[in-house]
Each structure stands twice: as C-alpha cells, then as structure tokens.
C-alpha cells in the first residue's frame, strides 16, 4: 500500500473546475434521515461541476426527500432498505453512476466546497482519498475532547494493526474511484462504516491520500452518533478485520461472472 498526503490549496482548485470535470464524472452520495432544515446549506456548497447527486433517504418524516428534490430536480433518490449509516452508504455507493464517488454528511459539518480537493487527489493518482481533521489545513469545530481522545486511539490502534499511517480514523468525509468499490466489499451497517473502507482500502493494497478537511458543527437537529457505542462498534471492527483478506481480481471477476450466470 501507498499512504502519501495531498495538500491541497482550495483557492487553486476553484477556478479548474471545468477542466476537472471534463476528466471524470463525479457523483458525491449523501445519506439523510430528518434532515430537511440542513440540506439547503449542504447543497449550496456543492461544486457546479457535480454531475450526480445521490440522496439516500432513511425513511424521513419531515420532508427531506421534497426538499432535497426542489434544491436538485435531477437528485436521484434512493430508499433506504436497511437501518444505519453504513448500510445507506453502501446503497447509495451502489446506484452512483459516476467515475468518482464522494460521501459527505447530510447535517453541514463536511463543506462541498472541498470536494475539489478530493477530487483532485485521485486524479493525480490516489485511488482512495480520505478526510482528515488533523493534517495542516484541516480542522474541526465540533470535535470534543473525549471524542478527539477516542479517535486518536482508534487510529493509533490501526496505525499499529496494519501498518498505515493515518491522522484521522473516525471521519466521513471520503471520496475514491468506483471501480475499487468491490475491492472494498462494504458489508456493515453503521457508523464504522468509515473505519472499515479505511482498513480494507489499505488491505486491498490501495493508494491513499489523507486530504485536508475542516469540520463544521451541524447545523440544525442532534446527531445519531453516541460515543461509547459507536467506538465500541469501531474497535470490534478494527480487531476482526484483521482476518479479512481483499478477494483476487481474477476471483471478483469470476465471482460476478457466476452471479450474471445465476440471474
């Protein structure tokens, strides 16, 4: 694997826009449930040069789906068929028709202005790039002193497990390109879903860039995340999957081959 970071100045980025999406389609996955008051905000700071924006609605109550659509007409929609963070991610992940694949938070605490840099990182030759709070450039306005401390256990325990080099375990705001999406094999249903495309990223021997990423506090309504059970999810995440090994591109291309057969 490859770990390197790319520092990105967003300032740069903005004006190359055209020419970025010219080079790849980029679909940004964003999963929602209640979140009607953020999502103005968060679509505003999308990029123009978006070509896709993939809503997964957790079956909301308050309009968020109506709302999402007036701000976006050509939003695709997708329900929810499970329960989780995880679980919508991956639904989402797997309607995206873009070449790229970015997920952001639905509450405006990850700013899609910053998509640029993201975008960037892969095409200049990351296949897997990751958010960080903790690289110059990045931040975050929200992070509390039990759940900074956490983190930094976290990514210290898989730093030493796996042998990467990350600054910031625990954040949701990741972008990669979407044929690595079966390399990673998303198959849990919580907040540790980021954990886990980290630690199978690097299994599956990809090249990953840390990005600079300041997050923001969320806007409107509480956050589903409780520390103490969501870190307990993470920390069983990150000592099972030491077992899990990437499946072969020869074995995934046989794999999909014996499920087209089936169908």
């Not at 960080?132 to 039990?146: E, F």
Request: hydrophobic share 45%; glycine share 10%.
């Amino acid at each position: 694997m490859t770990t390197y970071r790319f520092n990105a100045n967003p300032g740069h980025l903005a004006p190359v826009g055209g020419i970025r999406a010219k080079s790849a389609t980029v679909s940004v996955v964003i999963a929602a449930m209640n979140e009607a008051e953020n999502l103005p905000h968060v679509f505003a700071t999308l990029p123009r040069w978006v070509d896709e924006v993939v809503l997964v609605d957790g079956h909301s109550t308050d309009g968020t789906v109506e709302v999402a659509r007036s701000l976006r007409p050509d939003l695709r929609v997708v329900v929810q068929s499970g329960k989780g963070k995880g679980n919508a991610l991956t639904e989402g992940f797997a309607a995206a028709t873009g070449d790229i694949i970015v997920m952001m938070d639905a509450d405006g605490s990850t700013d899609g202005h910053e998509i640029g840099r993201f975008v960037d990182a892969l095409l200049a030759g990351a296949d897997f790039a990751k958010g960080s709070r903790y690289v110059a450039g990045g931040g975050s306005d929200d992070l509390s002193l039990i759940r900074s401390l956490g983190n930094r256990i976290l990514t210290a325990a898989t730093n030493l497990l796996y042998g990467t080099r990350y600054t910031d375990l625990c954040y949701g705001y990741n972008a990669f390109w979407a044929r690595h999406l079966d390399a990673l094999a998303l198959d849990c249903d919580g907040f540790e879903i980021e954990t886990l495309m980290n630690i199978r990223a690097a299994q599956a021997g990809l090249a990953i860039a840390e990005v600079p990423s300041h997050e923001r506090c969320r806007i409107h309504g509480e956050s589903n995340l409780h520390a103490i059970r969501d870190g307990w999810r993470v920390l069983k995440t990150i000592w099972r999957e030491r077992k899990w090994r990437p499946a072969s591109s020869a074995q995934r291309t046989a794999d999909a081959e014996m499920a087209r057969v089936a169908a």
